[in-house]
């Protein structure tokens, strides 16, 4: 039997993706990338915006048309939006065969099996065994945090730390298999606490794995940043010099509108203390616009902070209500044009900074683990995270750490040749 999945979301959602393929792959199912070669279709969804709902939908809707040419196909939906809107997804669409919310994810494979009536073999631990250059680990699921514009923690439920023996184990085995690189994954990595480990000694630990040759982790949140850590990162020669500390606003009154337990001060102390013991780190940030009783004023603030700052990359999302959440209640007062128009002056000014911050790398030497190779071209990232494109590379250089001097620079992107 052949499956496909397809992902919607975040990293977190492509790891929980890609830990679903190797299950289904222990009971000798076989993956596919064309929809029309696949027995089973899985998506994978996310909930955290309005957007990403909108988007499963259609895909939904389209794999319906599929299945009306072929009534044998299985049709199965998971994830975040699957655990928010489960019966509805039913009702609305008679093509889905099964539908399974992210707090079932340790029974995703089993439950599929049992849907396509496999012979099944002994799967109790979901470990991703395939070569990868680059591996997503997640290390703590749900939040405690509940900032008024999230979803999160009603459909992932409360924060759930990893056993770190379990993680630990899982990473030595992606080293085995050719991982270079690890991504450890969380809603607030920094409140990971298992028994007596917490976060900073846990990737103390994973530093220690023989081969490993690069250590990232997200998502951060601000109040949770312990200068523990930061002097980690300092000290560490595994871990990358990127960090993604969401801000989501400059205005002290949105802040604590939004239940962030901050405010941009103590924000800006922290990009502070980074950047004094990591002079090199790259920072970037998530910015949310138009979040309800956003005045001009606050909205200048968040604009003046991102000047002031000048992150390396930023995502900006237009505010919109997610059920169950406290902002939910308030009045959404800002125009959907307005939003637009602040999304648009933010982005402007974060492209303006990023193309400044890329062009000062042009005729420099930096160090790249390549890990993706498409049409003579080497994809590969900085520690920082920037990527790096070489032209007419060879492929044999995948998945090395390379030295590349950059010749160009595109707004977010690098352009080099290997340096022998």
């Not at 957007?51 to 499963?56: F, G, H, L, R, T």
């Not at 603030?301 to 919109?320: P, Q």
């Not at 307005?338 to 402007?348: A, C, D, G, M, V």
């Amino acid at each position: 039997m052949k499956y496909l999945i397809e992902t919607i979301g975040c990293q977190m959602n492509v790891c929980e993706s890609d830990t679903l393929s190797e299950a289904l792959s222990d009971y000798e199912m076989l993956k596919v990338s064309n929809v029309s070669d696949a027995d089973i279709i899985i998506l994978n969804t996310c909930s955290v915006r309005s957007q990403a709902e909108q988007k499963a939908f259609s895909y939904i809707g389209r794999i319906e048309d599929l299945k009306k040419q072929n009534p044998n196909v299985k049709v199965v939906v998971i994830g975040c939006m699957a655990e928010r809107l489960g019966t509805k997804i039913r009702k609305r669409f008679k093509s889905v065969d099964l539908v399974l919310g992210i707090k079932d994810i340790d029974k995703f494979a089993l439950k599929i099996v049992n849907l396509c009536k496999f012979n099944t073999v002994n799967s109790d631990v979901l470990v991703n065994n395939t070569s990868q250059i680059i591996s997503y680990v997640t290390i703590i699921r749900g939040c405690n945090n509940f900032c008024s514009y999230c979803v999160v923690p009603f459909v992932r439920g409360r924060e759930v730390s990893l056993d770190n023996q379990t993680i630990l184990n899982q990473c030595q085995k992606f080293v085995q298999n050719g991982t270079k690189e690890i991504m450890l994954l969380g809603q607030n990595v920094n409140s990971y606490k298992y028994g007596q480990t917490n976060f900073v000694s846990l990737v103390r630990d994973i530093c220690k794995i023989d081969g490993l040759k690069r250590l990232r982790f997200m998502t951060n949140h601000p109040k949770d940043l312990s200068d523990e850590l930061i002097e980690l990162i300092a000290n560490e020669k595994k871990i990358c010099h990127h960090i993604h500390l969401p801000m989501q606003s400059g205005s002290n009154k949105i802040l604590k509108a939004m239940n962030r337990k901050y405010t941009y001060e103590y924000y800006l102390e922290l990009v502070y203390k980074l950047r004094t013991k990591v002079p090199e780190i790259s920072i970037t940030t998530d910015i949310i616009v138009g979040f309800p009783e956003e005045t001009d004023k606050d909205f200048n603030d968040t604009f003046e902070a991102i000047k002031n700052i000048r992150f390396d990359g930023l995502y900006v999302f237009k505010y919109s209500p997610r059920p169950n959440t406290k902002a939910s209640n308030m009045l959404d007062d800002v125009p959907l044009e307005e939003k637009k128009n602040r999304l648009s002056i933010i982005l402007n000014e974060a492209n303006k900074i990023s193309s400044e911050i890329v062009s000062s790398m042009v005729g420099k030497t930096l160090e790249v683990l390549t890990d993706n190779f498409y049409d003579n071209t080497l994809e590969a990232k900085t520690k920082s995270g920037r990527k790096v494109f070489i032209k007419n590379a060879n492929k044999d250089y995948l998945g090395k750490i390379l030295n590349v001097c950059i010749e160009e620079s595109k707004v977010h992107s690098l352009f080099g040749n290997i340096v022998v």
